[in-house]
């Protein structure tokens, strides 16, 4: 059971309500791009996982 509950979590399905009635939130994935792209700006370079 607890597999299946991560697994509907991951895949925004326990919030697909509460994210349609918020709109106008960024979603996970528009956020990791905006900060993807503004470390991109700020460094000059895009951050391989090895930096992290």
């Known amino acids: 059971m ?3 509950i991560l697994i ?3 895949r925004g399905e326990l919030t697909a309500e509460w994210r ?3 709109p106008e939130l960024i ?3 528009k956020f990791e791009v905006e900060c993807h ?3 991109i700006d700020t ?3 895009p ?3 090895d930096d992290i």
Do not use: D, P
């Open 43 to 45: 460094l000059g370079s």
């Open 8 to 10: 509907k979590a991951f």
């Open 37 to 39: 792209s503004v470390i």
């Open 47 to 49: 951050i391989e996982e």
């Open 20 to 22: 349609a009635e918020n």
């Open 2 to 4: 607890t597999q299946s």
């Open 27 to 29: 979603s996970g994935e």
